[in-house]
C-alpha cells in the first residue's frame, strides 16, 4: 500500500517515499521530447507543481553517474520502450516559483531576485547586475555559455503575484506591470530555450495580448492533455483501490454511507464529491488535493475550500455582478469568449471561475455554419463540477444577490416560511414577486433558465430551510426540492413565458390569467413526471410550489397540497366529461 501525503508536491520525494502517484510521464514525454514553449492553466491544488516538478527531474537527471541513468523514472511509463527517452540527455534549469507570502511589489522583486542568485550560486555562476529582468537575462546567457546548451525554463504560478491580490486592483496592476517586463526576456531570448513551461490560473490581458506570452502554446483546453492533472477513474481505481476497504467502513462509522453500501456505492459517493472537472467536455478527473485528504482523513469535507485564496476572486466578480453566473449565462459561449486574456479590473465571470476551478465545461457542442465554406463552431457549456465546489458556490452567489438587491434576509425568512406552513399561495407570490420586482429592468433575461437561477439565489439565502437545485429521481429532475425541518418536503418547478408587448400594454388581467396558467402548467408538470415519488416514504408531508413567471419576472404562485390535488383533478375529469363533442364524429371515428 502507497503511502499518502497531501503537502508534498516534489517528484523526488513523491517516488522516493512510495507516494500514491498517477503516472503522467507519457504526457511529459510527449512535451519533452521536442523543443517547445507551453503555458498549462489548472486550478490551484491541482498537480501543476508536481509536474513541474517531475519535468525537473527529467531534465536535471541522475546526479550520480554510477546509478541507473533513469533514476525515479525506473518504474514508469517514459522509461519502457516505446518512448525510448535518453535520460543522459541533460540541460541547466531554471526553476521559478511566483507563489510568495507577501505580495508588494518591492518584496515580489527581492523574492525573484534572491531566488535567480540561488540559481545561479548552484551552478557556480556570478550575477552581477541587482535589476530582477538583467538577472535574468544574464543567467540565461550564462547558462547557455558554461554548458554549451540551451536552457530548461519552469515557471510555477505565473500569475500568483495579480490573482493573490485581485481585490487590490492598484497593486495587482503594478504587480502585472513588473512581470510584464520580467516574462518578456522569455520571448526575447526564445533561441537560448531547449524547453520552457508556465503554469498559472488565470491568464491577464497585461500578459498575453501585450505579445509578452503570446509565443506559449496553450495546453489548457486541448483534448490530448485534458489528463495531464487530476485522477482519472482508472488512474483512481489502481491508486487507491487497496484502500477502498478500510476507508469505506470509516466513511459508514461516520454516517457517510449507508451500512449495507457495497465498493460501488463508495466509489459513487467519492466521484460526486470530488469528481467532475474537464477541460474537454469529454474527459472527467478527480481533483487530487481533495481526492488525498479525504483518504488520508477517511473523511469527506470541503478541503479545496479551506485553502483556496481565488475565493477572492469569487467574492470580487459576485459583487460587481452578482447575476453574471445565471444558469442562462453558462451555455453556448464560444471559446474566444472563456479563454481570452482578462482585464484586471473588469474580469468576465465565466471565464474567471471557469480557469479557478469553480465551474468546469459540461458539454461541448457544435453549431453547423449555414455555408459549406464557413467553419462548424464549438460552443461551451459550463456547471459547477461536484458537490464540493456547489453548495459554496450557490451560497456566495445568493448572498451576493440580496446584497446587491439590499433585501432582508431574515424579514424574507420569516415570511416565506409563515406562508409556507399556512398554505398562503397569495402571500408566496408577493413575496417572489417583490423579489424578483427588486432586480433592474436592464439585467433582466428573459429566459426561463435566467429565473430558475434567481429563484434558486432567493430560497438557498433563506436560513431554516435546504434548497437543492435539480436534484435528480428516477423519473426525473424538478427546479428545486426546498426542505423544511425534517419533515416538510415541497417540490418547485417554474414555468416562464416572454411576452414584453403585452406587459407594455398593461392588461394586467391577461397577464395575470397568462402567469396563473403557467403556475398550474407548474403543478400539473410535477405530476405528469412523478417529482414526489422519491420523498413519499421520507416526509410527513408534501406540497408542491408552481410558479408562473412571466415577462420582466411577474410571478403567480400556486401552493397545492394532497387535497387541493385531488380536488383538482376531480374538477378536471368532471370537465373532461361534460366538455361538448361531435356525437355524430365520435361514432364514426369508433366505427373506423
Given amino acids: 500500500m502507497k503511502n499518502i501525503n497531501t503537502s508534498n508536491y516534489n517528484f523526488s520525494n513523491v517516488i522516493s517515499n512510495n507516494l500514491i502517484y498517477a503516472d503522467k510521464t507519457k504526457h511529459v514525454w510527449e512535451l519533452a521530447k521536442t523543443d517547445g514553449a507551453y503555458f498549462l492553466s489548472r486550478p490551484r491544488r491541482f498537480g501543476k507543481s508536481l509536474l513541474l516538478s517531475t519535468f525537473e527531474e527529467l531534465f536535471k537527471g541522475s546526479a550520480d553517474p554510477l546509478q541507473d541513468p533513469q533514476g525515479l523514472f525506473k518504474n514508469l511509463w517514459i522509461s519502457g520502450k516505446e518512448p525510448n527517452y535518453d535520460f543522459t540527455d541533460i540541460y ?6 511566483m507563489a510568495m507570502p507577501n505580495y508588494s511589489t518591492d518584496v515580489l522583486r527581492l523574492s525573484i531576485k534572491s531566488r535567480l542568485r540561488d540559481i545561479a550560486d548552484s551552478y557556480d555562476i556570478p550575477l552581477n547586475d541587482t535589476i530582477p529582468e538583467l538577472m535574468f537575462k544574464d543567467l540565461i546567457l550564462s547558462l547557455n555559455r558554461k554548458y554549451n546548451k540551451t536552457v530548461v525554463l519552469l515557471v510555477d504560478e505565473y500569475d500568483d503575484p495579480v490573482s493573490s491580490v485581485i481585490d487590490d486592483p492598484y497593486l495587482a496592476n503594478k504587480n502585472a506591470r513588473f512581470l510584464k517586463g520580467f516574462y ?14 508556465l503554469t498559472g490560473v488565470t491568464r491577464y490581458l497585461l500578459l498575453w495580448e501585450s505579445g509578452v506570452l503570446n509565443h506559449l502554446i496553450d495546453l489548457t483546453m486541448l483534448e490530448k492533455y485534458a489528463d495531464i492533472c487530476g485522477f482519472t477513474y482508472e488512474e483512481f481505481d489502481k491508486c487507491f483501490a487497496d484502500r477502498f476497504q478500510i476507508t469505506m467502513e470509516q466513511f459508514k462509522e461516520k454516517g457517510l454511507l449507508e451500512k449495507n453500501c457495497g465498493v460501488s456505492d463508495f466509489r459513487e459517493t467519492i466521484f460526486r464529491q470530488y469528481d467532475g472537472y474537464s ?28 485553502i483556496e485564496p481565488t475565493k477572492k476572486l469569487l467574492n470580487a466578480i459576485l459583487s460587481k455582478e452578482p447575476l453574471g453566473l445565471t444558469a442562462d ?14 482585464e484586471i479590473n473588469s474580469m468576465s465571470p465565466v471565464p474567471a471561475l471557469f480557469q479557478t476551478g469553480y465551474l468546469t465545461i459540461d458539454k461541448i457542442t457544435t453549431v453547423k455554419k449555414k455555408y459549406a465554406a464557413e467553419n462548424n463552431k464549438l460552443c461551451y457549456s459550463f456547471k459547477t463540477p461536484n458537490e464540493e465546489i456547489k453548495p459554496t458556490f450557490l451560497k456566495d452567489f445568493s448572498e451576493s444577490l440580496y446584497q446587491f438587491l439590499r433585501i432582508d434576509k431574515l424579514n424574507q425568512k420569516n415570511n416565506f416560511i409563515q406562508a409556507i406552513k399556512s398554505e398562503n399561495s397569495n402571500k408566496l407570490s408577493i413575496l417572489i414577486d417583490s423579489f424578483f420586482g427588486a432586480i433592474p429592468a436592464s439585467l433582466h433575461i428573459h429566459k426561463e433558465a435566467y429565473y430558475h437561477s434567481v429563484l434558486y ?4 439565502g ?6 437543492f437545485p435539480e436534484k435528480p429521481g428516477a423519473d426525473g429532475t424538478p427546479d428545486i426540492l426546498l426542505v423544511i425541518g425534517e419533515d416538510l418536503y415541497i417540490i418547485v418547478e417554474l414555468k416562464y413565458k416572454d411576452n414584453l408587448e403585452l406587459e407594455s400594454v398593461g392588461d394586467n388581467h391577461k397577464i395575470k390569467t397568462a402567469m396563473e396558467k403557467l403556475a398550474i402548467y407548474a403543478i400539473k408538470t410535477i405530476d405528469a413526471k412523478n417529482y414526489l415519488r422519491p420523498y413519499l416514504a421520507k416526509a410527513k408531508k408534501i406540497l408542491k410550489l408552481g410558479l408562473g413567471v412571466y415577462g420582466r419576472g411577474r410571478v403567480v404562485a400556486i401552493l397545492e397540497n394532497e387535497e ?20 355524430a364524429t365520435s361514432k364514426t371515428s369508433a366505427k373506423k
Fill in 279 to 306: 477541460w474537454d467536455g469529454k474527459t472527467r478527473v478527480l481533483n487530487p488535493y481533495s481526492l488525498l485528504n479525504a483518504f488520508e482523513n477517511e473523511n469527506l469535507d470541503n478541503y479545496w475550500f479551506s
Fill in 462 to 467: 433563506l436560513t431554516d430551510l435546504i434548497a
Fill in 184 to 197: 518578456a526576456i522569455i520571448k526575447g531570448y526564445q533561441k537560448y530555450f531547449r524547453f520552457v513551461m
Fill in 92 to 97: 541547466p534549469i531554471i526553476s521559478l516559483s
Fill in 329 to 342: 449565462k453558462l451555455r453556448d459561449l464560444s471559446k474566444d469568449s472563456i479563454i481570452s486574456p482578462s
Fill in 457 to 460: 439565489g432567493y430560497l438557498e
Fill in 564 to 583: 387541493q390535488a385531488k380536488a383538482r383533478a376531480k374538477l378536471m375529469a368532471k370537465t373532461s366529461r361534460s366538455a361538448p363533442c361531435n356525437g
